[in-house]
């Protein structure tokens, strides 16, 4: 037999050979795309934790808008009503500690065409922080010391570094949880933390729609919030 007609055979069944195979590929794909992760690798995984908390104390915006012709005159007449707000607040148990001036502005009011100065008015904006069981009371005094305009309750709790804490440590149980079971399906030990990055989702405030508060204490309830904590962990595979 010449070399041409072996080189010929030797190719022919080579050729047999790689189809064989491929078609036993195809009948069992978990053959043929077996995936394994090679040793010295790293695993990366998310854990989440979360603290159920009560709200224990409000925060307020109040304010007081005054009118007068002149600067002078409303910024005199909105520092008196001002006063008296915040005079009232401390006489009614809130630390000076807890109030905090935001906003003291002042600005031209004009006739319908714009060309003419007709007065000033001014405005006094306090921040106030209060348990949450003084909260309601607190907006009706202020409404009657002379507030004409507030916001909130913005609502959370005074133990947030704590109980942030646990949740911190729930999401690393949750990560490392999550990175074992990745380990066990892939066949792979898992090692040691390489890295560790945090992230968070603190509380969100609660709003309320006041309806009369010139007359009556609203009530605000405390409701449930969540303390959200996240943190991204690499471990070591081998």
């Known amino acids: 037999m010449s070399g041409m007609n072996r080189l010929g055979k030797i190719l022919f069944a080579a050729a047999v050979l790689l189809a064989v195979a491929a078609i036993a590929g ?17 695993i990366t995984v998310t854990g989440n934790g979360t603290v159920d908390v009560t709200p ?5 915006d109040f304010g007081v808008t005054s009118q007068a012709a002149t600067a002078a005159e409303a910024m005199r007449r909105n520092a008196s009503q001002a006063r008296a707000i915040v005079d009232a607040l401390k006489k009614d148990g809130v630390a000076s500690s807890q109030i905090q001036t935001t906003e003291v502005s002042l600005w031209p009011q004009t006739s319908s065409d714009g060309r003419q100065i007709t007065g000033y008015q001014a405005s006094n904006s306090v921040h106030v922080t209060t348990p949450l069981g003084k909260a309601g009371n607190l907006v009706d005094v ?3 010391a002379g507030a004409n305009s507030f916001g909130g ?3 959370d709790t005074a133990d947030k570094s704590s109980l ?8 690393v149980a949750d990560a490392k949880t999550k990175a074992q079971a990745i380990a066990d399906a892939t066949g792979v030990a898992l090692g040691a933390v390489v890295k560790v990055t945090e992230g968070s989702n603190g509380p969100r405030p609660i709003e309320f729609a006041a309806a009369d508060t010139a007359t ?3 009530p605000i309830e405390a409701g449930k919030q969540q ?9 070591s595979a081998s």
């Open 164 to 171: 942030y804490a646990q949740a911190l440590k729930q999401a």
């Open 26 to 42: 195809v009948a069992q794909p978990h053959l043929g795309h077996t995936a394994i992760v090679p040793a010295g690798t790293a």
């Open 142 to 144: 202020a409404v009657g």
């Open 56 to 60: 224990n104390r409000a925060s307020f």
């Open 227 to 235: 303390i959200q904590a996240s943190v991204t962990v690499t471990y």
């Open 153 to 155: 309750p913005s609502l």
């Open 216 to 218: 009556a204490a609203p």
